[in-house]
T-cell receptor, first 109, second 113 residues
Framework: NAGVTQTPKFRVLKTGQSMTLLCAQDMNHEYMYWYRQDPGMGLRLIHYSVGEGTTAKGEVPDGYNVSRLKKQNFLLGLESAAPSQTSVYFC????????FGSGTRLTVV | GDSVTQMEGPVTLSEEAFLTINCTYTATGYPSLFWYVQYPGEGLQLLLKATKADDKGSNKGFEATYRKETTSFHLEKGSVQVSDSAVYFCAHSPTTGANNLFFGTGTRLTVIP
């Protein structure tokens, strides 16, 4: 039982490049979330999903898109990366409790 | 709106000292309350939680009591160890909607021998 797996763990992008972060969970959870963690600001919700085929905006959605085509996967996309998107990204899933992935450290130069 | 206000850090304590990290929240209804811990280079781990007023969550010597009257969930430990050095996040989850967590800004604790 792997829980929540995030790939990649580290990535460096140039401004304007695109990439997709993958979150996979094997617990059959309905709810999944993407957060970003920035110094002095805690974790802020980017987008979330309450089930397969559904997505919704969180607190800081601008510059990101998401998809939940399969229940176990929640993808976070950056179409045109900006330095302001340098952050640590955490995925989480929820059923009767929350499980977090180990994070993706993204640097945009 | 929903929010969490957490004691500013960093906090530096000597081993065996008493720890308190203050946390207050703003929420509608009766949210669940959490403390998460993040060790260097790792993700978030649930430390303890409480789901209703006057509940006390406890784990690894840490405790926090859900105080509805003061909307607080302060984290305490009677005798900290070097291994407790980490960042601690207070969070709450509304009882309706997307069930997402609202986090405080985190408090970095360093325990010195």
């Amino acid at each position: 039982n792997a829980g929540v797996t995030q790939t990649p763990k580290f990535r460096v992008l140039k401004t304007g490049q695109s990439m997709t972060l993958l979150c996979a969970q094997d617990m059959n959870h309905e709810y999944m979330y993407w957060y970003r963690q920035d110094p002095g600001m805690g974790l802020r919700l980017i987008h979330y999903s309450v089930g397969e085929g559904t997505t919704a905006k969180g607190e800081v959605p601008d510059g990101y898109n998401v998809s939940r085509l399969k229940k176990q996967n929640f993808l976070l996309g950056l179409e045109s990366a900006a330095p302001s998107q340098t952050s640590v990204y955490f995925c989480a899933s929820y059923d009767w409790g929350y499980t977090f992935g180990s994070g993706t450290r993204l640097t945009v130069v | 709106g929903d929010s969490v206000t957490q004691m500013e850090g960093p906090v530096t304590l000597s081993e065996e000292a008493f720890l308190t990290i203050n946390c207050t929240y703003t929420a509608t209804g009766y949210p669940s309350l959490f403390w998460y811990v993040q060790y260097p280079g790792e993700g978030l781990q649930l430390l303890l939680k409480a789901t209703k007023a006057d509940d006390k969550g406890s784990n690894k010597g840490f405790e926090a009591t859900y105080r509805k009257e003061t909307t607080s969930f302060h984290l305490e430990k009677g005798s900290v160890q070097v291994s407790d050095s980490a960042v601690y996040f207070c969070a709450h989850s509304p009882t309706t909607g997307a069930n997402n967590l609202f986090f405080g800004t985190g408090t970095r604790l360093t325990v010195i021998p």
